[in-house]
């Protein structure tokens, strides 16, 4: 019997906040939310792009998107990227 792990957005933004030394608390507060509100995100898996840039601001790395077959990246989306009027 074949049993395969399914792997979460939570998890991996619980691992990549580890692996910086940060708790699941101090990125609710990066977001500005009760810790509760960010516990109900990581259970429904709902999280929006602003939650992963703002991972990526509190771990001083960047969301991207990156080709799968030359590796390069082709996008990335920084904090600044939030600001009104900067399209």
């Given at each position: 019997i074949e049993v395969r792990t399914l792997v979460t957005i939570t998890s991996k933004i619980k691992s990549v906040l580890s692996r910086y030394g940060f708790?699941?608390?101090d990125y609710a507060r990066q977001l500005n939310?009760?810790?509760?509100?960010?516990?109900n995100k990581a259970k429904k898996n709902a999280y929006k792009v602003q939650d992963l840039?703002?991972?990526g601001d509190l771990t001083h790395t960047e969301l991207c998107l990156r080709d799968l077959e030359t590796k390069e990246v082709i996008m990335t989306f920084?904090?600044?990227d939030l600001e009104i009027g900067n399209d």
């Open positions: 708790s699941f608390a939310i009760f810790p509760q509100t960010l516990n840039i703002e991972l920084k904090k600044s």
